[in-house]
């Protein structure tokens, strides 16, 4: 019996933390009422953290902290960052909505591309000869003070966002 | 700790098991299309004059104004009501796609009794409107499948379920099978499977005069990926491929056949008003007949394992198992929707796949030219008598290139559905939310637009000089695109690519004099309209 809660417990920790993992910011309200709002401080040695700068859709830029291993998906859902509809598929490979462009230099650091992530960029909005998906890069340390930049948002062809589902 | 560490690696290793979602999917899409086509509860009203405040275009400048669905261009209901219901459009949905999209252009409407359906019958298009999707995306209205499982006490699936039910399942499901590094652990599994297919070619093709055909290959291929499924879903063998297929197994078998040949009355089902019902009892009973069939197989293969670990744990053993195994522990879902999950998994997985694996033979058959040269690639990398593992796949493009080319020839599902749950400007027109919308991937699949020769079988055309390399788009998303697409799509890429390597591997696969041109039909999914003989000629080596 204490197996079971033993598995039990283990396994409500994983939904916990896959349950949040929607994406960043979500259209419709009934939605909403679940998001986690984390603080974003993570004082924890901090001087194994790989620092990641995202430049957003308004242009700006947003410096954060990630832990080696985590994905880059990981880092803006773990610093909550107000990606709209970043992530959707939660990292799974079915969507590309976690599309982000880096630098050329950047870009060839970022380890190889499978096949599936490549038939979902080519699906991605605003696609370039560097993007990748967040979802499918990993930090670490050569990636210090990487840049990545969030593309322009798709052309909104909704015309009353503000309507709960 | 040591232990939980144990079982956590067990237990990541063990969610394998992509595909069943993709497949549902794509059911769910054919079904939704269907039965959007017919009844469901659309309102007239999308076609009433809008709010003026509404009519503003996203974007600010000198946009033409938005139009407005009633000057949407499309067939009169009448010569609609006459191509569907009297000349059996049903069966002609794909060609009707194309005939309409030819007509009125990339958008069009049609009206089925009560309901309309806006089609979108271009690639950009269906970008625009799969991008714009929200949380939980909604196919078509599921109305009589959620009425029959009212009626039972029976939870909703990932085909049936919607918004916050759906999106609680889809959550964890995804987290299991979705993701490609997760499905390849079930290579053994599905390897095995793919040894009796090959067993079961070498018997069949004994009972004919030329020793070398096999009759109907998708009952074959059928039996083949009900087996995969269920090796995955209830990790447990059902014996499909056997000689003498046990009882429960052809229950079962028979359940899932009266579900997709009373396709067309039980689409019914969902569109006659309760009130007709007892004039026109026969739809509403199949219906619920095969659901009955196909949740008591599903009952009895969960319920057998969850007696097993019950077992286990009793006597203190260490519970290892695969991907139901998992569910049953973690309880992330309840008994009910593993329940449902599995039933609705199982029936989205296994025609899908059958299709879309006669379709790929019957290709190759027709084009010996690129068989050779998919022969040629799969020894130059394997070498002879290799097993292939998921891990192989990425060595072997033209595995890959062949299962797309032949989902684009042969979209399994031709179209899918979804009801918008925005207003929407797409194409110019306003589209109020609750809009029933086809998105009729059978039409895109074959612009030439998108796919230079369009009608021509070419697995090189989807392979990738580099990793820069982009290869077609939205013409062709056989397992849709997004937060609904195909949950089983991994699980069924992977079921075709290790059996299509392994026959292409053994046997030269050939025409047979008793099959002509096979030409596709709907019924519901895209299938073949005639049966498929095929040969298999042993290979020297």
Redesign the interface.
Known sequence: MALVTALRRLAHARLREYSWRTPAVTSGAWRTGQRSFSTGTQPLRSDNKVTVHFINRDGEKISVKGSPGDSLLDVVINEDLDFDGFGACEGTLACSTCHLIFDEEVYKKLGPVTDEEMDMLDLAYGLTDTSRLGCQICLSKTLEGMVARVPESVADIRQSKDESA | MAF?NH??TA?LKSFQGDRLNKQLFFILRALHKSASSEALGISAAGEEAIPQK?I?P??VGEKPRVKTLKEMPGPSTLSNFIEFFWRDGFSRIHEIQMEHRKKYGKIFKSRFGPQLVVSIADRDLV???L??????PQRANMESWKEYRDMRGRSTGLISAE??EW??MR??L??LI???RDVAVFSDDVNKVVDDLIKRVCILRTQESDGATVLNMNDLFFKYAMEGVAAILYECRLGCLENDIPQETQDYIHALHLMFSSFKTTMYAGAIPKWLRPVIPKPWEEFCLSWDGLFKFSLIHVDKRLAEIKAQ?ERGEE?KGGLLTHML????MSLEEIYANVTEMLLAGVDTTSFTLSWASYLLARHPHIQQKIFTEVTRTLGPGTVATADD??RL?LI?GLVKETLRLFPVLPGNGRIT??????GGY?IP?GTQLALCHYSTSLEEESFADALDFRPDRWI?KD??D?????GS?PFG???R?CIG??IAELEMHLALIRLIQRFHIGVSPLTADVKAKTHGLLCPAAPIHLQFIEREN
Request: charged share 30%.
């Open positions: 939980l079982f956590r237990y509404l503003t996203a974007d970008a625009q409107v991008r714009a999707e929200c949380m939980a918004g916050e999106l609680k959550s964890v995804r987290q979705m993701r490609p744990l519970v522990i973690t309880k992330e796949v990425p493009p890959r749950q925005d207003d929407l400007v797409v306003f939310k990738r990793s820069t982009r290869v077609d788009n939205f998303i695109y997004g937060i697409s799509r991994r």
